[in-house]
């Protein structure tokens, strides 16, 4: 279909990501990894309300909201070592940020009743990974996040996903040695790392699919199973 997107994110790879979810699924309007509430709510308004006018001028039966959260920062290292600000920023982007683009959008989904929200989190919410504590509890949020909304939005026509990348090749791995990428390439049952297309077509699968809500899909090519 020809629906519109408001996607969050903002580093390269992820733009690449996105860009190709924009081709698989229409058009996706980046946001950013902006936290504070009044500019989240601020650009919600301008984005939402400039897409639904534009879409209703081309079909006048398009007026489905649809949103990605996909803006994300990582923190590696021990739990007692992060400090107060590292762990404001890590929260502000990782959850807060979503938090605040969900309670912006929902009014116009619940408005058209109709509407479709994906959470981007991490195979380390799911699974837990050592050295990522904190970033495994912000991304563990987003997926208790996930499935209360499918419970509270569901009787208005709103779906809510979660997708739980696993190693993917993004800036996010641009520090990690060469050799571990290898080896956890080797590790993964279909034999390599994954590509942001990858996530993108897990989006689009979950954009289709009007009877999945609050499912967490684990895209990480079977390296934990």
């Known amino acids: 279909g020809a629906s519109r997107w408001s996607v969050t994110g903002s580093l390269f790879r992820r733009w690449l990501t996105l860009t190709i979810f924009a081709i698989v699924l229409g058009n996706a309007y980046m946001i950013g990894t902006s936290t504070r509430p009044n500019i989240v709510k601020g650009i919600f308004n301008v984005v ?16 489905k909201c649809r949103l990605v959260n996909n803006a994300g920062i990582i923190y590696a290292g021990l739990l007692q070592d992060i400090t107060d600000e590292q762990w404001d920023r890590l929260r502000g982007v990782n ?53 209360s909304l499918a419970k509270e939005l569901g009787p208005s026509g709103i779906r809510v996903n979660c997708v ?26 279909v034999g390599r790392n994954g590509k942001p297309e990858d996530v993108a077509k897990a989006m689009a699968y979950l954009s289709d699919a009007d009877f999945i809500t609050g499912h967490v899909l684990s895209v990480n090519g079977g390296f934990v199973i």
């Open 48 to 63: 939402l309300w400039g897409v639904m006018f534009m879409s209703l001028v081309r079909l006048k039966d398009e007026k």
């Open 95 to 147: 959850l807060d940020g979503v938090f605040y683009c969900c309670k912006a959008a929902i009014p116009h989904m619940v408005s058209e009743k109709s509407g479709n929200i994906i959470n981007i989190a991490s195979v380390c919410a799911v699974y837990g990974s050592s050295f990522e504590s904190a970033y495994s509890t912000t991304k563990a949020a987003l997926i208790g996040l996930s499935k």
């Open 164 to 189: 739980a990348p696993g190693v993917i090749l993004t800036d996010m791995c641009a520090s990690v040695d060469p050799e571990v990428l290898s080896e956890m390439a080797e590790e993964t049952p």
